[in-house]
């Protein structure tokens, strides 16, 4: 059993801050990848950020410059530092992450439940 909890969404003006944690839990061999996905009302889920376990990294075009993903991998957490943020930016933020639960190469994956970012003034 493999869970993903996320936190740090909220309330927040234009041009504020919030920083996203996700963090994993359970039977983990080795986390292959992590991501930070939205969704907002009426529109499909897209990505926002990605990160590897070797610590590359890919963004969406309009988080660039604005948006940071890291991760901890003895914590076995994502974080998605946001700054400047933006009306757009209002969404349910997902955390996903591709496990092997085992030395087996077989990968899952997984996702978590979402945590609301609002950005209104």
């Known amino acids: 059993q493999v869970q993903l909890v996320e936190s740090g969404g909220g309330l927040v003006q234009p041009g504020g801050s919030l920083r996203l944690s996700c963090a994993a839990s359970?039977?983990?061999?080795?986390?292959?990848?992590m991501g930070w996905y939205r969704q907002a009302p009426g529109r499909e889920r897209e990505l926002v950020a990605g990160?590897?376990?070797?610590?590359?990294?890919d963004y969406a075009d309009d988080v660039k410059g604005r948006f940071t993903i890291s991760r901890d991998n003895i914590q076995r957490t994502t974080y998605l530092q946001m700054n400047s943020l933006k009306p757009e930016d209002t969404a349910v933020y997902y955390c996903?992450?591709?496990?092997?639960?085992?030395?087996?190469?077989?990968?899952?994956?997984?996702w978590g439940q979402g945590t609301q970012v609002t950005v209104s003034s």
């Open positions: 990160i590897t376990n070797e610590g590359s990294t």
């Open positions: 996903k992450a591709i496990i092997r639960r085992t030395a087996a190469p077989n990968q899952f994956q997984y």
């Open positions: 359970g039977t983990i061999f080795s986390i292959n990848y």
